[in-house]
Each structure stands twice: as structure tokens, then as C-alpha cells.
């Protein structure tokens, strides 16, 4: 399990980030796959969203 372990634990985000997480939630991409995509948690990647007013789609 270690190989899924975050490097960049409590990283501040950078405006190139927010930038992308803002593009991905509006392509109606997934909270995990985003995560993946910004290589940072799904809580951060929430949190962050959620500090920013965006909707992020529920995979179901």
C-alpha cells in the first residue's frame, strides 16, 4: 500500500492547479480521477473544490 501514499503531504496549492481542478470539475470528471490528475488526495482534492464553490461529479 505504500506505493499509494502522497509525497506532498499539506502542500499549498498552486494557481496552475486550481486552474486545472476548476477546468476538470467543469468537464463533469470524477472526484478520483481529478485526485489522480492533480496527484493530490480525493479529501484535498474536495476540500479545495468545495473552499472554491465547485460541484464535483459523484462517480456511482
Do not use: C, Y
Not at 16 to 35: F, N, P, R, S, Y
Not at 39 to 51: G, L, P, V, Y
Amino acid at each position: 500500500m505504500s506505493g499509494d501514499r502522497f509525497e506532498r503531504h499539506r502542500q499549498p496549492w498552486t494557481p496552475d492547479e486550481v486552474q486545472k481542478l476548476h477546468t476538470l470539475a467543469k468537464k463533469g470528471m470524477a472526484l478520483k480521477a481529478i485526485a489522480k490528475a492533480l496527484k493530490r488526495s480525493e479529501e484535498s482534492t474536495k476540500d479545495r473544490a468545495k473552499a472554491d464553490g465547485l460541484n464535483i461529479a459523484k462517480l456511482r
